[in-house]
C-alpha cells in the first residue's frame, strides 16, 4: 500500500526565516509527486508537480526538490502570506489515478 | 476559465438519512477524484471517474457510491448518514488520470 509521511506536523518561522517541509514516501513505482496548498476552509491549491529523482521546480520563494524516496519542499525567506497547510500526494504508475495524500505540514509564519 | 465547482456548500443532515452532492469539473477535465477529509484522517481517496467510469476506490464502506455523467461532471451519494460521516469533501478533477489535480472548495456534510 502506498504511504507518504510529513514532517514536521507544524512548523512556525518568523518572516525572513527560511526552512523545509518534508514528505517521505512509498509506492510501487512512482507516476508523479504532488505539492499542494491549502489554506483553511478551502480545497488544496496545486504547486508543483515532480517526476523523477533531481528534479526541481521552483515558484516565487518555493522550490520543490525529489528524491528516491522523499520530497522537500523549501520555504525562502517566508512570508505571512505563506501560512497554509502543505499537502504532499503521490500517485502509482499502476492505478495512476488513486493519489495518496500525506497528513500535511501546517506552516505559520509570524510578521 | 471557471474552476471547479461543487455544490451544495454546506448541508446539514440527520443520521440514517441519505445525500448527494455534485461536482462540475473544470472545462476539458475528464478525470474527476473525490475525497473524504476530516481533521483525524486527512484527506481520504474515495473514488475516482474517468470517461464515465470508475477506475479507482478507496477503502469506504458500500455506502458511498458515486457516478459521472458524460458532460465530466459527478456526482457523490452516501446512503444510511452516520455520525462519522461528517467531514469536507473535495471533489478534483485532472485533465489526464494522472495529472495534477484541481479541487473545488468542498461541502461541508454535517451529520446530527
Known amino acids: 500500500e502506498d504511504q507518504v509521511t510529513q514532517s514536521p506536523e507544524a512548523l512556525r518561522l518568523q518572516e525572513g526565516e527560511s526552512s523545509s517541509l518534508n514528505c517521505s514516501y512509498t509506492?510501487?513505482?512512482?507516476?508523479?509527486l504532488f505539492w499542494y496548498r491549502q489554506d483553511p476552509g478551502k480545497g488544496p491549491e496545486f504547486l508543483f508537480t515532480?517526476?523523477?529523482a533531481g528534479e526541481e521546480k521552483e515558484k516565487e520563494r518555493l522550490k520543490a526538490t525529489l528524491t528516491k524516496k522523499e520530497s522537500f519542499l523549501h520555504i525562502t525567506a517566508p512570508k505571512p502570506e505563506d501560512s497554509a497547510t502543505y499537502l504532499c500526494?503521490?500517485?502509482?504508475?499502476?492505478?495512476?489515478?488513486?493519489?495518496?495524500f500525506g497528513d500535511g505540514t501546517t506552516l505559520t509564519v509570524k510578521p | 476559465k471557471a474552476g471547479v465547482t461543487q455544490t451544495p456548500r454546506y448541508l446539514i443532515k440527520t443520521r440514517g438519512q441519505q445525500v448527494t452532492l455534485s461536482c462540475s469539473p473544470i472545462?476539458?477535465?475528464?478525470?474527476v477524484s473525490w475525497y473524504q477529509q476530516t481533521p483525524g484522517q486527512g484527506l481520504q481517496f474515495l473514488f475516482e471517474?474517468?470517461?464515465?467510469?470508475?477506475?479507482n476506490k478507496g477503502n469506504f464502506p458500500g455506502r458511498f457510491s458515486g457516478r459521472q455523467f458524460s458532460n465530466s461532471r459527478s456526482e457523490m451519494n452516501v446512503s444510511t448518514l452516520e455520525l462519522g460521516d461528517s467531514a469536507l469533501y473535495l471533489c478534483?478533477?485532472?485533465?489526464?488520470?494522472?495529472?495534477?489535480?484541481?479541487f473545488g472548495p468542498g461541502t461541508r456534510l454535517t451529520v446530527t
Open positions: 478534483a478533477s485532472s485533465f489526464t488520470a494522472s495529472g495534477e489535480q484541481y
Open positions: 509506492v510501487s513505482g512512482l507516476r508523479g
Open positions: 515532480l517526476y523523477s
Open positions: 500526494a503521490v500517485r502509482p504508475n499502476t492505478n495512476a489515478g488513486k493519489s495518496t
Open positions: 472545462s476539458g477535465h475528464r478525470s
Open positions: 471517474y474517468f470517461s464515465e467510469t470508475q477506475r
